[in-house]
């Protein structure tokens, strides 16, 4: 045989163990330059989760380079950011419905804008139609610490309000979620206030934020008469030292430690006997 005729043999028979092995190699998962990530953030009761694709700086300029100022970005690499909200929110004071939504900005050298949008399914932001905006919001970028991958995160969260951060490279703009905690508390409350727990967790919920209080103190005795426990006699020497009744709410927590004992000989009472200490030194 041939020299000629054995290559080409050899090479015909190449390019088939190639053909053959292609859908194998069309189902080669390589990792992504810029990695997918996802942050989520429960404030109050409701949760914030975003998702995106982390591009890194790599010695390139970024801003009024490789993200071009005054056009829309998909805020990351790969497909567009989404931003989930599972309850209606306030963004920076305007409303918006729960729902996914597409996290679109457009840089620019002294403002960005922020855009909620319908199109949270696509890649990039090559499909954006400003026609499906839900919502645009302004913000003002400012220096930050050098970040080589772009990162989204919750620098402040409340039971009421979070800060949302976008950083990348040496700059950052952030915006702020309200949501309505209190509320959604109260009307869940007034739904199964017929149980000592759920009587005492409401009116305690009050008392941390300062919200409701006249409501509340009728929540803690309807929990006391169905229940005396430790914690709700303490809840309730808590009102009274709120109403500079500190000989009462004193004498009152001395009895929830007794009762607390009592019904547990196990019981931690500290929360109950820090409250006392700190009321006899005033």
């Known amino acids: 045989m041939r020299k000629s005729h054995i290559f080409a043999v050899a090479a015909s028979f190449a390019a088939a163990a190639l053909l053959a092995a292609s859908p194998a190699l069309a189902q080669l998962d390589l990792p992504r330059p810029s990695p997918k990530a996802t942050v989520s953030q429960t404030v109050g009761l409701t949760d914030v ?34 931003i989930t909200f599972s309850d209606d929110v306030t963004v920076d004071g305007t409303k918006l419905p729960a729902g996914t939504y597409g996290l679109f900005t457009i840089p620019g050298t002294d403002a960005w804008t922020v855009i909620f949008n319908k199109g949270a399914k696509q890649w990039g932001a090559y499909e954006y139609k400003q026609a499906d905006d839900v919502l645009r919001i302004k913000v003002t970028p ?91 006699l303490a809840g309730k020497a808590r009102f009274l030292a709120l109403d500079g009744k500190k000989a009462d709410a004193i004498a009152l927590a001395k009895k929830a430690v007794t009762v607390g004992k009592a019904q547990d000989p196990k019981a931690d009472t500290a929360m109950v006997d820090n409250l006392i200490k700190e009321w006899e030194k005033k």
């Open 49 to 82: 989760t975003i998702t995106y694709c982390r591009p890194g700086v790599k010695g390139r300029a970024i801003w009024g380079g490789l993200v071009p100022y005054d056009q829309v970005w998909r805020t990351g690499a790969n497909e567009a950011t989404t």
């Open 142 to 232: 400012h220096p930050d610490e050098f970040r080589e991958l772009l990162t989204m995160w919750f620098p402040t969260v409340s039971t009421e309000a979070a800060t949302v951060a976008i950083c990348w490279e040496k700059l950052a703009v952030s915006f702020t979620i309200n949501v309505d905690t209190t509320n959604k508390v109260l009307g869940a409350a007034r739904k199964a206030i017929d149980d000592w727990r759920v009587a005492y967790r409401a009116a305690t919920f009050c008392l941390d934020n300062n919200v409701n209080l006249v409501e509340a103190r009728g929540w803690m005795e309807k929990s006391i008469a169905m229940k005396e426990t430790m914690y709700n």
